[in-house]
Nanobody, 126 residues
């Protein structure tokens, strides 16, 4: 049974930082590209960042580029998203997702992903 469990969400002041983590189990983690998505209140789920199965390739949404870093630890089956300079538009439920992928590949479309976590809430106070 595949499980993706996010953690690290919470309340942070605008301009602050947050590190989200996702622990994966039940799948050969190193053969899956990983992604982070978010769903702001009343809006559609949107892509945030993705990382290839080795960690060698990453891609970010323009909205977080330059202030976020996605990383993974294949020995620990975890993927993280460090978010800095949080803005009022960042509040959302953040989801971790996994997609079986070839070497060096990643995906930005939610529909491509095979597994999803339950999400973790991020709130930004002004």
């Amino acid at each position: 049974q595949v499980q993706l469990v996010e953690s690290g969400g919470g309340l942070v002041q605008a301009g602050g930082s947050l590190r989200l983590s996702c622990a994966a189990s039940g799948l050969p983690f190193s053969t899956y590209a990983m992604g982070w998505f978010r769903q702001p209140p009343g809006k559609e789920r949107e892509f945030v960042a993705t990382i290839s199965r080795s960690g060698g390739s990453t891609y970010y949404a323009d909205s977080v580029k330059g202030r976020s870093i996605i990383s993974r630890d294949n020995a620990k089956n975890t993927v993280s998203l460090q978010m800095n300079s949080l803005k009022p538009e960042d509040p959302a439920v953040y989801y971790c997702a996994a997609v079986y992928a070839g070497s060096g590949l990643y995906y930005i479309t939610a529909g491509r992903y095979d597994y999803w976590g339950q999400g973790t809430q991020v709130t930004v106070s002004s």
